[in-house]
T-cell receptor, first 113, second 114 residues
Framework: GAVVSQHPSRVICKSGTSVKIECRSL??????MFWYRQFPKQSLMLMAT?????????EQGVEKDKFLINHASLTLSTLTVTSAHPEDSSFYIC?????????FGPGTRLLVL | GQQVMQIPQYQHVQEGEDFTTYCNSS?????IQWYKQRPGGHPVFLIQ?????EVKKQKRLTFQFGEAKKNSSLHITATQTTDVGTYFC??????????????FGKGTHLIIQP
């Protein structure tokens, strides 16, 4: 099946710093990738749709200036959490779709102190 | 907007008992997908149902898609400790085709007592 990787798997940072998370499709090209966020014991919530070569589409309530998304190539999308605060601590998961099936990366656990 | 509701939120069963989780969408879905997330892990795709009234089986797991394509269920027969985790249903946002992401239900946490 399709493989999606994420890096880093876990990151701890100080409040006010920025953190970059990478999402890669390893064996296929993805013109569209998705970024989700999952708080403990809760479901996945779509944050934004990352489109190769164009601007990302953000869901209502998600600040585009805080969560910067860059889809530089057909195999790489990055999410940068700028000026992170403790309330940004969460599990961030990317996915890419092939024929309506979404393949998820292993996720990145972000802890902001 | 589209809502996907899932019940129950938690289910405790004894090992060997059956388990069912139910999913309801506020809108008709082009397809419905089921995922399993183990504690500390990420969601793993289980199956996709497309046709009205469709039933699919994977060993002890039986998936159903309602006739109106708005509800679905996952039934596990004779649960085992390896079934522990959270089961999510998800429907495509927009018209489907994989271009708009998924709306997830809140998930059902399956807890199995040996």
């Amino acid at each position: 099946g399709a493989v999606v990787s994420q890096h880093p798997s876990r990151v701890i940072c100080k409040s006010g710093t920025s953190v970059k998370i990478e999402c890669r499709s390893l064996d296929f090209q993805a013109t569209t990738m998705f970024w989700y966020r999952q708080f403990p014991k809760q479901s996945l919530m779509l944050m934004a749709t990352s489109n190769e070569g164009s601007k990302a589409t953000y869901e209502q309530g998600v600040e585009k200036d805080k969560f910067l998304i860059n889809h530089a190539s057909l195999t790489l999308s990055t999410l940068t959490v700028t000026s992170a605060h403790p309330e940004d601590s969460s599990f961030y998961i990317c996915s890419a779709s092939i024929q309506e099936t979404q393949y998820f990366g292993p996720g990145t656990r972000l802890l902001v102190l | 907007g589209q809502q996907v509701m899932q019940i129950p939120q938690y289910q405790h069963v004894q090992e060997g008992e059956d388990f069912t989780t139910y999913c309801n969408s506020s809108t008709t879905l082009s397809n419905i997908q089921w995922y399993k997330q183990r504690p500390g892990g990420h969601p793993v795709f289980l199956i996709q149902l497309v046709k009205s009234g469709e039933v699919k089986k994977q060993k002890r797991l039986t998936f159903q898609f309602g006739e109106a394509k708005k509800n679905s269920s996952l039934h596990i027969t004779a649960t085992q400790t390896t079934d522990v985790g959270t089961y999510f249903c998800a429907g495509p946002r927009g018209s489907g085709g994989g271009a708009d992401g998924l709306t997830f239900g809140k998930g059902t946490h399956l807890i199995i007592q040996p």
